[in-house]
């Protein structure tokens, strides 16, 4: 039973333009949003996160939105940039879990020239 | 900045072969994880450690073993490796997680 679902396995975006990633969540105990970005043989790196109390956070070039009636937080990135392509990761954590995460299956994103 | 070390990027073992991944992290983390990343599965759990000498099993513990001897190093065990655990290996510490960059373990 799969907790974090990201229902697009890739995604591709003009250079320049907004690229939108989708995450979606079955707990709503989640208390805690993390968005990491994976290059191929190079270990996921930590982007950005939110908690459950908030609806938005942003980061230079980088957004993320949480919609708790939804379940679901998307990551905006504008404008997108050709390093920016990579495999993107939703994962989300639960208070008193010993900071266990609970991951997507990830979402490829390809940003064309 | 947190610096997650593993000991191999590249690893080919043999089945039924005993196999040691090594991960070491240096800042004094309580919290360390082993997952392993397959295609279109996202990162699974394999063990994760909170402190020295604790261990709690993850999502797919079989398989495998943990040992923390001390802080700074979690090592994941293979007691009799077998071609489906043909993957990538990744260590994680701390929250939120800083990565190594992972083993390409290849089990032939």
């Known amino acids: 039973d799969q907790q974090v679902k990201q229902n697009s396995p890739s995604l591709s975006v003009q250079e320049g333009r907004i690229s939108i990633l989708n995450c979606d969540y079955t707990?709503?105990?989640?208390?805690?949003f993390l968005w990491y970005k994976k290059y191929p043989a190079e270990g996921p790196t930590f982007l950005i996160s939110i908690s459950s109390i908030k609806d938005k956070n942003e980061d230079g070039r980088f957004t993320v939105f949480l919609n708790k009636s939804a379940k679901h937080l998307s990551l905006h990135i504008v404008p997108s940039q050709p390093g920016d392509s990579a495999v993107y990761f939703c994962?989300?954590?639960?208070?008193?879990?010993?900071?266990?995460?609970?991951w997507g299956a990830g979402t490829k994103l390809i940003i064309k020239p | 900045d947190v610096k997650v070390t593993q000991s191999s990027r590249y690893l080919v073992k043999r089945t039924g072969e005993k196999v040691f991944l090594e991960c070491v992290q240096d800042?004094?983390?309580?919290?360390m994880f082993w997952y392993r990343q397959d295609p279109g599965l996202g990162l699974r759990l394999i063990y994760f450690?909170?402190?020295?000498?604790?261990?709690e099993k993850g999502d797919i513990p079989e398989g495998y073993s943990v040992s923390r001897e001390k802080k700074e190093r979690f090592s994941l065990i293979l007691e009799s490796a077998s071609t489906n655990q043909t993957s990538m290996y990744l260590c994680?510490?701390?929250?939120?997680?800083?990565f190594g960059d992972g083993t390409r373990l290849s089990i032939l």
């Open positions: 800042m004094d983390h309580e919290n």
């Open positions: 707990n709503s105990m989640f208390d805690y």
């Open positions: 994962a989300a954590s639960l208070m008193d879990s010993n900071y266990q995460l609970i």
């Open positions: 450690s909170y402190d020295v000498k604790m261990k």
């Open positions: 994680a510490s701390s929250f939120p997680q800083h």
